[in-house]
């Protein structure tokens, strides 16, 4: 055999030698089971559901009194406070208090018993409470936290329904029990929102803060009047800037509009003593003789170039030869025109001294802007200096207003939402409302018998071959002849039944 493999002819020996011990410690264990949860009392479940409305749940009241008060939406946040409210163990000791007190008692010879058998279980926590100087819990104690284990507190999903559910033996016991954990949350909630006192505190801060605020906005006047501003507002003082900026921007416009036209006037000025007023008729002539030569030349060449393709007496050559004897004609034409003229105006001089007189009148005209725009343009800059100097303690005092009239509109507000939560309190109106009472159940909680009967079976039959093993372990004895080979090392030759 292998050393590396299960010996599993072994252990089926071992099972086999120990069959009944295997089968007493099994039959044991399931009896015992089977007589557990045949003596297990059947639970009952108790619930109770809860409405969390929205009648005044998050109130949000506006100062105007031409504002209607809202009312927010239940939240996530609201169903999960009133969860952990209901599971709170305070709750729950208030519930319980009047029980225990009704039936306090001193501890028989039962409990003096249990606790006797239940000592071994118990002593590491009452090593660690001495270790650590934790005081031991009262019985009162152990009774609301077994009590706060088997209540069940759970926020219905896409709701605003809220389930609370106790398991007890008792029905009884457990409608009871439900019924006043869900008057007495109901109860502490009421007290919770009582507010008889916010309104009063409020009135008295709002009207002393709106006298704060007046007393502010005089001060701001009598700042304005004594420095003689116009703009007090923080939109007027952008204003004057923006003009300001304004104004500067189309002055310095203006001013280059000016030093242009200016050395416009200057370059006429000078342009206009190269050209004589009067021209003579010689010069007259020798434009017109410059105007037509250039065109008596240009027919010659293309009169050439048709020579080079065609005859003298074609069409084409003589219509070039009568565009060449009219051009010379007008030429000697006008020579004899312009000599009956002696003088005559010169055009470019007459066009530079129209176009002088027209700068110069736009000259004017600018230099007029201009030093309309530097009277503007000194004035504002002397206002948003004296703006500038004042500023800090104008926006001190403007801050003031503002701060005041916010505090004063902040506990109007809130004010008003004390009126309507007052009015509230005193029609005993809550954002909690019981939709469903709980009522004494009839039919236990489904119970898990079954279950328990088979995981106690089970464990049974696992302790019976466990302690079985264990017993064989222990037992010094010989029982097998693979045991015999494996403690003398030697080979078994024959085997007597």
Aim: glycine share 2%.
């Amino acid at each position: 055999m292998n050393d590396q493999q299960i010996p599993w002819r072994e252990l089926i020996a071992v099972v086999h030698r120990r069959r009944k011990f295997i089968l007493q410690v099994f039959l044991g264990g399931a009896l015992t089971v089977a007589l557990g949860v045949w003596m297990q009392k059947p639970t009952y479940r108790a619930q109770a559901t809860l409405m969390v409305t929205s009648d005044r749940a998050q109130i949000v009241v506006s100062p105007d009194a031409n504002t209607r008060p809202t009312v927010e939406r239940v939240t996530e946040q609201d169903l999960n406070s009133e969860v952990a409210l209901i599971r709170s163990e305070s709750l729950v000791r208030d519930v319980l208090l009047p029980y225990w007190k009704a039936d306090e008692q001193a501890p028989g010879l039962l409990d003096h018993v249990v606790a006797a058998v239940t000592l071994p279980l118990r002593l590491p926590a009452i090593a660690y409470r001495a270790l650590h100087r934790v005081p031991p819990p009262s019985p009162f104690d152990t009774w609301v936290r077994s009590v706060l284990s088997e209540i069940e507190v759970e926020a219905i999903g896409k709701s605003n329904l809220i389930v609370v559910s106790y398991h007890a033996a008792n029905p009884q016991w457990a409608a009871e029990l439900v019924n006043n954990l869900v008057a007495r949350h109901i109860e502490r909630r009421a007290k919770l929102s009582q507010q008889s006192e916010a309104r009063e505190f409020y009135e008295s801060q709002r009207a002393m803060l709106a006298d704060k605020s007046r007393s502010a906005e005089a001060a701001l006047e009598e700042f304005n009047r004594k420095q003689g501003i116009d703009f007090v507002s923080p939109e007027q003082r952008q204003t004057v800037r923006a003009r300001l900026s304004d104004l500067q921007g189309v002055l310095g416009n203006s001013e280059r509009e000016l030093a242009e036209a200016t050395a416009r006037v200057e370059f006429l000025t000078s342009e206009i003593k190269n050209y004589p007023r009067n021209i003579a008729t010689e010069s007259k002539i020798a434009q017109n003789q410059q105007f037509i030569r250039p065109k008596i030349l240009e027919l010659e060449l293309q009169r050439s170039e048709l020579l080079s393709k065609y005859a003298p007496t074609s069409v084409k050559v003589r219509d070039i030869d009568r565009q060449i004897a009219q051009a010379k004609a007008l030429m000697n034409s006008n020579r004899e025109t312009l000599a009956e003229t002696t003088n005559a105006i010169n055009p470019a001089y007459q066009s530079l001294e129209v176009d002088l007189a027209q700068t110069k009148a736009q000259v004017a005209a600018v230099t007029a802007r201009v030093e309309a725009l530097r009277a503007q343009v000194s004035e504002y800059k002397t206002a948003v200096a004296h703006l500038d100097e004042i500023s800090s303690e104008q926006e001190r005092l403007e801050q003031a207003v503002a701060s005041a009239k916010e505090a004063a509109a902040t506990y109007a507000k809130k004010e008003e939402e004390a009126r309507f939560t007052t009015a509230l309190d005193e029609s005993n109106l809550v954002d909690l409302a019981v939709a469903e009472r709980a009522e004494v159940p009839t039919v236990p909680e489904k119970s898990k018998q079954a279950l328990m009967l088979i995981l106690g079976v089970v464990m049974s039959l696992v302790a019976g071959v466990g302690l079985a093993f264990l017993r064989d372990r222990l037992d010094p004895s010989v029982k097998s002849a693979a045991e015999a080979q494996t403690v003398t090392g030697l080979p078994i030759l024959a085997e007597i039944r």
